[in-house]
């Protein structure tokens, strides 16, 4: 098949777009690629004036199309979705394409796939939450297909020497600041963890938090040293601030420091549960009290946090790669030449039926 993948491309580092085309290019099909977020204009006009935002929206989905057109692809597969419109989708499945979606990011009110949902023929969600929505839409086609890890990537490193004052050896946290995860690292203070990611300079001056920032932007090749450096990671999952809605998700990053041989300590995600057992592939916590008394625990029991680690690793690597994700996408697809006839949702596979356990 020729596969035309939409997704975006930072110029600095891979990305999960690179990851979900390397393991579609192992399949042996023919992969067109595109970048949906190559805009005419800077981001801060943008923000400043909405008509230059569609405007430069408008023009990414023109040459999306036109290269549709001239690929002439028999699948075409948009990541996130947030850029392309109702009106490119109808230009190419004209062009005979089947139009697949793979959700990358929680809900939010300005989505644009709330309204362009119902144009594809397959629709697949990182996160439950996600495919809920598309059910109450009366889309009851859609299923749950999470992130994963890509091997080549997210593997276990030796740091040692200067690499270990630099990346740590203790508890870390990756991620942007958001309020939820700054008072739930506050409440671990006394366990220094290290924090990396954007975002944190929006702490108050006064904050115990700051002398723990390390670094704001960091890559793929940091995170894998991260993870094998430090004895505990941990994962405390995005919410909307707003609360408007539910946010089941697994984070990249769990899969990632898990494939890198981590011993992963989170908050417990409703998907990660559904795809992980507590205290045998992770470790999850209940609220503050819970996870500084685990943080406690595990960093003295050092057998016991690398017999979870071993069995976490083991367990990504041979149900969580992006090699297994793509191969689910394409067996779906092709056995569903169009979506099933609406069916009751009581009977619709619950998510730990969708992918294996």
């Known amino acids: ?79 996130g979705g947030h850029r392309i419109t109702a009106n490119a989708l109808r230009s190419m499945s004209k062009l005979k394409a089947q139009l697949a979606l793979w959700t990358t990011d929680a809900p939010r ?47 276990c490193v030796e740091v040692s020497g200067e690499e270990k004052l630099k990346f740590g050896g203790g508890v870390v946290f990756v991620g942007s600041y958001y309020p939820q995860r700054s008072e739930m690292l506050q409440a671990v203070l006394r366990h220094r963890p290290a924090i990396w990611g954007p975002g944190w300079d929006a702490l108050s001056h006064g904050s115990p938090l700051r002398p723990l920032i390390r670094a704001a932007h960091t890559t793929p090749e940091t995170w ?6 430090n004895k505990i990671v941990l994962s405390v999952h995005y919410r909307d601030p707003q ?21 992963v300590l989170t908050d417990r995600q409703k998907d990660v549960l559904a795809l992980f057992k507590d205290g045998e592939h992770l470790v999850t916590f209940y609220d503050e009290v819970d996870l500084d008394r685990k943080i406690a625990f595990y ?55 969708r992918i294996a356990a």
């Open 109 to 155: 009110a300005s989505d644009m796939m709330f309204a362009t949902g119902p144009l594809y023929n397959h629709l697949f969600c990182h996160g439950t939450e996600y495919m809920d929505i598309f059910h109450q839409m009366g889309l009851p086609h859609a299923e749950w297909l999470p992130m994963a890890c890509d091997p080549e990537i997210h593997r």
């Open 224 to 229: 894998v040293r991260l993870y094998s450096a």
């Open 1 to 79: 098949m020729r596969i035309l993948v939409s997704g975006y491309h930072n110029p600095h580092y891979v990305t999960i777009t690179e990851y979900i085309e390397r393991a579609m290019r192992s399949t042996g099909h023919e992969l067109i690629t595109f970048n949906d977020r190559d805009h005419v204009f800077p981001g801060r006009l943008r923000k400043k004036f909405n008509f230059l935002q569609k405007l430069s929206v408008a023009s990414i989905n023109r040459a999306l199309v036109k290269l549709a057109k001239q690929a002439r692809p028999d699948v075409v597969l948009v990541t």
């Open 243 to 263: 609360r408007r809605f539910p946010v089941h998700q697994v984070s990249p990053r769990v899969f990632e420091a898990m494939a890198c041989g981590a011993f």
């Open 299 to 353: 960093m003295e029991h050092a057998d016991e946090r690398r017999r979870i680690a071993a069995a976490g690793r083991r367990k990504v690597l041979e149900h969580h790669t992006y090699g297994c994700r793509i191969h689910r996408l394409l067996a779906r697809m092709e056995a569903m030449d169009s979506p099933p006839s609406p069916s009751p949702l009581s009977t619709s596979p619950t998510p730990d039926q």
